[in-house]
Nanobody, 126 residues
Framework: QVQLVESGGGLVQAGDSLTLSCTAS????????MGWFRQAPGKEREIVAG????????YYTDAVKGRFIVSRDNIKKVVSLQMNSVRPEDTADYYC???????????????????WGQGTQVTVSS
């Protein structure tokens, strides 16, 4: 079992930076992949970024490449999403998720993740 709690959301202006954090409890943190997803009103939940258990493999959706950075601290059991140069289209509820079945790869789809946080809202004003 894994419990995930996100924090760090809020209201920011376009061009600002924001860092989301996801703190995990339960099973050994470094043994599983983590993903960051977002869901905008009226849209499906989509992956934003992901990171393998050891942190050596990362994934970014095209819309955030070069702007967002995903990282993890396996001692503190925290995965972070640093969001730079945010845009109004980044406005969404952001969720972290865990896939306990995989260590060395990054799952890309919602149904591959069993454990989810409650989400944190990010609003970017223009």
């Amino acid at each position: 079992q894994v419990q995930l709690v996100e924090s760090g959301g809020g209201l920011v202006q376009a061009g600002d930076s924001l860092t989301l954090s996801c703190t995990a409890s339960g099973r050994t943190f470094g043994s599983y992949a983590m993903g960051w997803f977002r869901q905008a009103p009226g849209k499906e939940r989509e992956i934003v970024a992901g990171i393998s258990g050891g942190g050596g493999i990362t994934y970014y959706t095209d819309a955030v490449k070069g702007r967002f950075i995903v990282s993890r601290d396996n001692i503190k059991k925290v995965v972070s999403l640093q969001m730079n140069s945010v845009r109004p289209e980044d406005t969404a509820d952001y969720y972290c998720a865990a896939d306990l079945r995989r260590t060395g790869s990054v799952p890309l789809f919602v149904n591959e993740y069993k454990y989810w946080g409650q989400g944190t809202q990010v609003t970017v004003s223009s």
